[in-house]
Structure formats: C-alpha cells, structure tokens
C-alpha cells in the first residue's frame, strides 16, 4: 500500500503533498509527511516483530501523552484512526501510527555541557510527571533493561552460534572481558529482589537524538515513546549518558576515540538531580553504576546479535554489529574507570 493511502487512514487536515524518510532509528521506520495544511506529520512503521503488542504500546503513549498535557507539559500528539479511534492502524499486516510534526525543531547526536543540563533536567522532570500517572502501564518489550534476561540471551547466542562467528578470535576475546563483569553488572536486579529497588515510569531510550530543542537550546520535548514502561531511573540516567557523554557515535571504528566525558556527565548528573525530585537514596548512589552499566547492556546486546547473524538491529554493513560493540566495550571501560570521580561529584551536589 502507497503512503498516502496509509495517511488518509487517519484524521489529517489538508492535501498530503509529499511523504520522504526521516530520522536514524535502528528499529521502526520513520517518514515525514508533508502537507498543504497547517501541520506536517511523523508517519511511523511500527517494527511488530519487536513491538509485538502494539495494542499495549499505543495505550502506554495514550496514557502519557495525556498524563503531560494535563500537566502542562509539552509532549507529542498522534492522531486517531479514522475508523477505529485508536492511535495505530493496521491492514493485518503491518502497523503504522501518525504524530503532528514539530517544527523548528532540532535534534542532535552530540552534546556539549550546557545542553547536557538541560537535557538532564528534562528527563528528570519527565519522569517526576509521570510518578503520579494513574493509569497502569506495561512493558512493550518485557525486561526490556533486564540485565540478567540479555546476559542470558548473550550466553543463548554463543551456545546456538547461529552463523558460525564464535569461531573468530575477537569474539572469544571480547567474550571474556563481558562476562568478567557479569555479576557486578546484573546488581540492579538483585537490589529489586531485595527489595530495595523501586520500578518508575521511565523512558527507556533516552539516547540523545530523542529529545528535540528549539534553535536556542531549549528542550521542545521527549520523542521516541516506544519503550516507555516500568524500569528502574537508571535506564533513563544511563542511556543519555551512553550517547552524550561519548565523543563519537555508538558504530564509530575508530575505538581510540571513544571516552566516558566527565563534563557531560557533571551537567547532565546536576541536571537530572534538580528534576528529578523523587529519588531514594539507593538510586541516587547508583548513579555511577547506571553510567557503566547501559555501555555494558548496549554491548551485550549488540554482541548477541551479531553473534546470532543480525537479526534484530538494522546493519549498514556485514561488521556493523561488531564495530557497535568494540565501541560500547571501550566506553564501559572509560566509565568504569571515572566511577570514583562520578560519585565524588554526586555526592558533591
Ligand atoms: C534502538 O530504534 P532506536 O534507535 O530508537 C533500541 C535501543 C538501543 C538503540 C541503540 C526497542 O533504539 O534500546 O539503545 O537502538 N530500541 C529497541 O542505538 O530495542
Ligand atoms: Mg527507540
């Protein structure tokens, strides 16, 4: 079915002019529609492989969306189906959602300080709104940052090795460092077993292209909805840091590069704190450990998929996997080792 067809399911105003790509996800695929109306539109391909509950996914989205806006706050608006209502249309097939185009706004996929700590205080204020949010949410994708399940899948892949990459001595070698850190890396979840953890409302891919700012620098809003659910603050904390306070992007090859910048995370981290009212004194001491551990996940994750032949993140080439990994390895080790500095500092605030 052409685009055009696939908009005129929903309730836009104004003839559609054009629809062009848009965007860098690795999961859904994202399109700008242009119109002769007052709004130009996000159509989005949502990836059903991976979302396989998109019922629940748009009722997550509904629920905050609207939780935000009668707080005041700004966020996205996605537009009913013509015949059902809801936000998603399906021809059986595949599952497509249409959201009002931001204009004027901006998104990019390096920091410096100060929008770091804007940044920080957008999160933080985000997830502060949503602490009273009366509606019950699900995981669009369950233990979605279980670091024990990935650690599993990690340790599935090897075992089936789908493709025949556990042969290659790089794969060994970088096997071994991961699971050195296992253990100390899965401490999130033995906290919450204990009791001692609190699951919140959080975004869960708060990588830095997914906010937009005006031309100034101020944050417009939170974009990229798909994996709001329960999980703990340090999904939201660790997965900015992840991408901001990295040099360069997560598949640069050039692992020299790579570096854990401590003053992106002192702005973001003070950022964060002033939004982030509601933290107990376990979370907040975990920051640090958040910061090493999202590099770690995102290393596992990228590692277990090139291992198992590529089959869930979109690749540009056949090494890209890899190349994601080495990176995200390097970045781990440059947050660990500023883990003393980063609790110095927060303990400073
Ligand atoms: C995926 O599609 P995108 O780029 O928003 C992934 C995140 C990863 C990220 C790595 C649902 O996000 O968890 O951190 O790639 N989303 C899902 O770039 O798996
Ligand atoms: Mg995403």
Redesign the pocket.
């Known amino acids: 079915m052409n685009p055009f067809e696939i908009v005129s399911q929903f309730a836009v105003q104004g003839p559609i002019l054009d629809v062009k790509p848009l965007g860098s996800?690795?999961?859904?695929d994202t399109f700008r529609v242009y119109t002769d109306g007052p709004e130009d539109y996000v159509l989005q391909r949502i990836n059903h492989a991976?979302f396989q509950d998109v019922e629940l996914l748009q009722h997550n989205i509904d629920c905050v969306t609207a939780h935000i806006r009668k707080k005041g706050g700004n966020t996205l608006t996605f537009l009913p189906c013509k015949a059902t209502g809801k936000t998603y249309w399906t021809d059986g097939e595949t599952f497509w959602r249409v959201s009002v185009f931001i204009r004027d706004s901006y998104t990019y996929d390096t920091v410096n300080p100060e929008y770091s700590y804007c940044a920080g205080k957008a999160f933080g204020a985000f997830e502060a709104m949503l602490s009273d949010i009366p509606d019950t949410l699900g995981e669009t994708?369950p233990d979605f940052h279980n670091m024990e399940l990935r650690a599993r899948q990690l340790r599935d892949a090897v075992r089936a090795d789908a493709v025949g990459r556990m042969k290659e001595p790089e794969v060994q070698a970088i096997l071994k460092d991961l699971l050195q850190y296992e253990e100390e890396m899965c401490k999130a979840e033995r906290l919450y077993r204990e009791g001692k953890l609190p699951k919140r409302i959080c975004h869960c891919?708060t990588?830095v292209n997914n906010m937009l700012f005006d031309k100034d620098g101020n944050i417009l809003c939170v974009i990229?909805l798909?994996?709001l659910m329960p999980s703990f603050v340090f999904s939201d904390f660790g997965?900015f840091l992840r991408t901001a306070a990295n040099p360069v992007a997560?598949d640069d090859p050039v692992i020299e590069k790579v570096d854990f910048r401590m003053d992106i995370f002192e702005a973001f981290a003070k950022g964060y704190l002033e939004g982030a009212t509601f933290l107990t004194p376990v979370e907040r001491e975990n920051l640090p450990y958040a910061a090493c551990l999202f590099p770690y996940m995102?290393a596992v994750r990228f590692f277990a998929d090139y291992i198992n032949g590529d089959t869930y993140?979109k690749i540009k080439y056949p090494e890209h996997n890899l190349v994601r990994t080495r990176n995200q390895v390097a970045l781990f080790h440059a947050a660990l080792s500023r883990v003393p500095q980063m609790k110095a500092y927060i303990a400073s605030l």
């Open positions: 996800g690795l999961i859904n991976i994708i891919d990588k990229d798909d994996t997965d997560e995102q993140y």
